[in-house]
């Protein structure tokens, strides 16, 4: 029902820049929330950055200022530009989305996740 494809991962090296984007395709009635959400290993899920419907933005602690969340709501993509990386910042980067889809006989809100890219900052 939803297909999600990430883009823009990869290895830099500390101070450098990527961008992560992330477009979700499908039976698709309304986009309510999509972002990214970052793990490395041995430790927790946790938030990067979303943005809601209404163009709101939620930021994990310390990454607002070097990233930014931003959306296209033509094209059902959210970007996620990181600058100034630093090697705390190496993980997995999974996109995030809260839909609505056309389910077969009626509307179906849920979280879909994306397969997830690599992001690795060398020193």
């Known amino acids: 029902q939803v297909e999600l494809v990430e883009s823009g991962g990869g290895l830099v090296q500390t101070g450098e820049s990527l961008r992560l984007s992330c477009a979700a395709s499908?039976?698709?009635?309304?986009?309510?929330?999509m972002g990214w959400y970052r793990q490395a290993p041995g430790k927790q899920r946790e938030l990067v950055a979303t943005?809601?419907?209404?163009?709101?933005?939620d930021y994990g602690d310390s990454l607002k200022g070097r990233f930014t969340i931003s959306r296209d709501n033509t094209k059902n993509t959210v970007s996620l530009q990181m600058n100034s990386l630093k090697p705390e910042d190496t993980a997995v980067y999974f996109c995030?989305?809260?839909?609505?889809?056309?389910?077969?006989?009626?509307?179906?809100?849920?979280?879909?996740w994306g397969q997830g890219t690599q992001v690795t900052v060398s020193s």
């Open positions: 995030y989305t809260y839909i609505t889809v056309y389910a077969r006989t009626r509307l179906e809100t849920d979280q879909y």
């Open positions: 499908g039976t698709i009635f309304k986009i309510h929330a």
């Open positions: 943005v809601n419907e209404g163009g709101g933005t």
